[in-house]
């Protein structure tokens, strides 16, 4: 059975787990979280329907699809990724993972190779940018049957397995054939990093992995090395990720006693203030920090501790406004919840979240939209803080 029908056999199953979760989600909230008689209706609920419903339910099913909705009612950053949906969910912020060694973006409905990775399996086999992958092991990509999900799952595998690609290159009259190789493809967090000029270092961070912070330093270190006196570090368009790097970084650049972050949960046990412990090596040198309206989460707890300390330059546009904390917990079945556990403050006080209501996600994503409407994006004088 194809799955658009098996999720249009679905349809009544969805719609009454939506009408329990709101049932549910409103009777908790309006009770100030004293749940029990919420989860007495909604076991009830679930009796009613096991012993009424005109057809055998699959309650793994039912949850399944409820918990996403459920989950995404509390606010905008809780999230429920599904088994199989958690290597995709933890993609980004891996520091490497087994497969051929290409970026790739889907233009058209086909797989376009945008990058080959120095030294990995499509490297040493001769693929190039511009490249279009056609074919996985005799599998056609082409065209709206293949997601990129199926398509990472196709390209990845364990290291020393083989996989065959088809490519289409513009100037070869036939397709060519590449038996590769899985192999480890580092990736890496850090852009770029350059010499401005003869003292000025350059460092575009693109985002917090858990290699992140070794990567940065070791690029700090080669440009100090090349003469580097200053350094502009580069957060524009980075979407955060794990803020122990984030911390870490900021520890470079502060002397010993400095306030980088604070957290806060509902219970005095998940608060945290952390500090500077005068390890860094970068503490005296000047910085300049670029940021814009997609700069998030822990690249705004760097920026923050920079600003609030006076310690560097803030340059740009209004960051994103996420200062929420996220915990994961893993599931019986292995799936995964992303469950909001503290709010970040800068060492000000401040809370930076930009605001939201709850089940309205939808409003909170396109706020950056509203910037550019108002004229925030371009105008001088236009920000809405």
């Keep these: 059975m194809s799955k658009d029908r098996k999720y249009l056999l679905a349809l009544p199953l969805v719609a009454a787990a939506f009408m329990v979760i709101g049932l549910w989600t409103g009777f908790y909230f309006s009770k100030g979280g004293e749940n029990s008689a919420a989860r007495e209706k909604l076991d009830e609920v679930f009796s009613i329907i096991e012993d009424s419903y005109v057809e055998p339910v699959s309650y793994d099913s039912l949850v399944e699809l409820s918990l996403p909705e459920l989950i995404a009612n509390l606010d905008p950053h809780s999230s429920y990724f599904a088994k199989s949906e958690r290597e995709a969910a ?66 990845r595998g364990p290291e020393g397995t083989e996989v065959t690609v088809k490519v289409k290159r513009a100037n070869s009259p036939k ?122 989460s822990s690249s705004e707890i760097f920026a923050g501790a920079m600003q609030d300390n006076d310690r560097g330059l803030i340059i740009g546009r209004r960051t994103f406004g ?11 079945d292995s799936s995964e919840m992303r469950l909001t556990v503290q709010r970040y403050y800068t060492p000000s006080g401040r809370c930076i979240q930009k605001t939201y209501k709850a089940g309205h996600n939808g409003e909170y994503e396109t706020e950056i939209f509203d910037r550019y409407d108002r004229g925030e994006i371009f105008k001088i004088g236009r920000a809405h803080v």
């Design 90 to 155: 933890n993609r980004d912020l891996e520091g490497s993972f087994y497969g051929i060694g290409i970026q790739f973006q889907m233009l058209d409905d086909t797989l376009n190779v945008i990058e080959v990775i120095a030294g990995a399996a499509a490297d040493e086999a001769g693929m190039q940018p511009g490249d279009r992958i056609i074919e996985v092991d005799g599998k056609n990509i082409a065209g709206n049957q293949t997601n990129e999900n199926d398509i990472f799952s196709m390209l």
């Design 175 to 296: 397709p060519l054939t590449f038996d590769l190789i899985r192999g480890e493809v580092p990736v890496s967090p850090i852009d770029a990093s350059y010499l401005v000029n003869d003292t000025i270092g350059y460092i575009r961070l693109g985002k917090f992995a858990d290699n992140t912070y070794p990567e940065f330093l070791q690029a700090l270190a080669q440009l100090r090395f090349d003469g580097a006196k200053s350094y502009i570090i580069d957060l524009r368009g980075n979407g955060g990720g794990y803020m122990n790097p984030s911390v870490l970084i900021s520890n470079e650049f502060l002397p010993a006693g400095k306030l980088i972050v604070m957290t806060k949960g509902q219970f005095g046990g998940d608060n945290s203030v952390l500090f500077s412990d005068g390890s860094g090596s970068f503490s005296n040198e000047n910085i300049v920090v670029l940021v814009d309206e997609f700069t998030a």
């Design 322 to 332: 996420k200062g929420l904390v996220q915990r994961s917990f893993e599931l019986p």
